[in-house]
């Protein structure tokens, strides 16, 4: 009997999902969700709160924490910190600057790789498939060697050359973040298959403080960068910490200490001599040419290096940019456009709205609106052809539904940059979305306006 009632409960709330009233733990959709052709659809979620300026932090955490977790994602990093022996910029936040700190950049960064019998090969023994774009050079070791760091260079072999990547907007990352794998499944199944995505499922390397649920190798939806190829944050600013800027880590997950983003990068794969690879100094427990870490696991222990931790914290509690005011007829036409122009059956139209205690922190049952289904879709032609070592040719061509949200603060788009505006970004989309790109070029001028006009009021 108890059990009929509580069905009957659980339907009620369903149903209450729509007038804005959540199921305690569920991950409710909001009503204006991507409707039929010509059925109205605001652009923008009449739910999503609004901060007041961007960079702005969700509730959930003090000014003075965010501000200390800012300034570390901020801190220009030298030689001795642990810089090199390649990177690409000295600061998270000398990339992520649109907008405010945190936000999209203008960098690009470059991949190559190949393809051997259609099977693609990262070309990692020669330092792929990102190419660091800037060596420490010159420099005394730490034990008085000269050193003396090449530049890394795209190597003949490569096939597939210098892809481009732009610096992607951390705004709201922490409620993306808070997405249970669930909905993006959902998202999937919800989709006529002429567009359907894929749900790129890869393994957690560093997982979540405080998300009981992630283990290190378990698997887990990925939706972070350009090509949804990580799930977790903290990861990501592991990743990035090595990759972007050369600073090694050691961390400790349930007592095992994680090693994997503790190797120094080696230009064009050939590992500098210990002492040249840069001068940071590790410390006592940390693996030799480790730059940081936190040591000796001993007693389950379960803490993420400093640095790490703090740009973890940075992106989590980073709020989405601010809407600007938009006239209600021309979010209403626009977003109908939007939508029957096929837009919204990859960037939907949906408010998502976070578990009522997300694991990350961020506040529960806040609504937000990223439009994307995070899943991965064959860009055809538009596609940057880069994968992980083993992909076929068609898996290299599938890239992110990009969310589209903070676009007023961005002057380049799509992954590698190539336009500087709407339009141009609309008339790139190739395979799963060239029909969307027809159906927009028939679009009325005054349709086409208001949805333009829609589009860069978030
Ligand atoms: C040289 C410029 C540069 C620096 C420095 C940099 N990033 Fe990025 N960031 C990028 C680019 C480019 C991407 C897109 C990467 C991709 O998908 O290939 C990105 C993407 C990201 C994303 C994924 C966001 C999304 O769209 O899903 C996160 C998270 C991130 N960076 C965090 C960091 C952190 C933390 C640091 C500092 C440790 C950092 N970044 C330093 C350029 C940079
Ligand atoms: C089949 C799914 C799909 C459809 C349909 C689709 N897009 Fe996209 N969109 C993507 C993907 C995937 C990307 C990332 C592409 C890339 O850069 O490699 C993207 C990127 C974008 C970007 C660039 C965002 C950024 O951060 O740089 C804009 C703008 C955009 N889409 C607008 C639209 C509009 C407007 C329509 C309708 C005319 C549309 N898209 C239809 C999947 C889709």
């Given at each position: 009997m108890s059990r009929v009632i509580s069905r009957v409960r659980s339907q009620a709330s369903a149903f209450a999902v729509c007038s804005g009233v959540l199921i305690a733990g569920g991950f409710g959709v909001g009503c204006a969700t991507e409707g039929d052709d010509n059925e109205p659809v605001a652009f923008?979620?009449?739910e999503q709160e609004i901060t007041a300026v961007a960079g702005d932090p969700l509730p959930g955490i003090t000014a003075a924490a965010f501000a200390e977790a800012k300034t570390h994602f901020q801190t220009v990093e030298e030689l001795d910190d642990g810089l090199g022996p390649i990177f690409n910029e000295k600061a998270c936040g000398n990339c992520h600057?649109?907008?405010?700190?945190g936000g999209a950049g203008v960098q690009i960064e470059r991949r190559f790789g190949r393809f051997d019998n259609g099977i693609f090969n990262t070309l990692s023994n020669k330092g792929g498939s990102l190419r660091q774009l800037a060596t420490v050079g010159a420099f005394t070791g730490l034990h008085n060697e000269s050193c003396n760091v090449p530049l890394e260079v795209e190597p003949p072999e490569a096939t597939i050359k210098n892809r481009g990547r732009l610096t992607t907007p951390l705004f709201g990352a922490g409620l993306i973040e808070a997405i249970p794998d669930s909905v993006i499944i959902a998202n999937a199944s919800a989709q006529p298959t002429s567009i359907r995505g894929i749900v790129n499922r890869v393994p957690v390397l560093l997982p979540t403080p405080g998300d009981t649920t992630q283990t290190v190798g378990s698997t887990r939806v990925g939706r972070f960068g350009w090509k949804a190829g990580i799930a977790t944050l903290v990861q990501f600013s592991a990743d990035a910490y090595l990759n972007e800027m050369g600073i090694t880590t050691q961390h400790c997950i349930g007592g095992n200490s994680v090693l994997t983003f503790a190797t120094e990068s080696k230009p064009n794969g050939i590992a500098q001599p210990a002492g040249c690879d840069d001068r940071g100094l590790g410390g006592a427990g940390i693996p030799a040419g480790t730059d940081d870490g936190v040591g000796s696991c001993a007693g389950g222990l379960t803490e993420i290096q400093d640095d790490v931790a703090f740009f973890n914290t940075f992106m989590t509690f980073l709020a989405p940019a601010p809407r600007t005011a938009i006239d209600p007829n021309i979010n209403l036409r626009g977003g109908t456009a939007f939508n029957n122009a096929g837009c919204a059956g990859c960037h939907l139209l949906k408010d998502y709205v976070t578990p009522a205690h997300p694991a990350n922190g961020v506040p529960g049952n806040f609504t937000f609106r990223p439009r994307s289904d995070f899943l991965l879709h064959d860009?055809?032609?538009?596609?940057?052809?880069i994968g992980n070592d083993g992909d076929t040719v068609a898996r290299t061509r599938l890239m992110r539904t990009a969310p589209l949200w903070g676009l007023h603060h961005r002057t380049k788009l799509l992954h590698d940059g190539r336009a500087s505006n709407i339009t141009d970004a609309i008339h790139a989309h190739d395979g799963q979305a060239l029909a969307s790109v027809h159906a927009f070029d028939a679009l009325s001028a005054g349709d086409k306006s208001a949805m333009l006009q829609a589009m860069l009021s978030d």
């Open positions: 923008t979620s009449a600057t649109q907008g405010a700190t860009m055809g032609s538009l596609a940057d052809m």
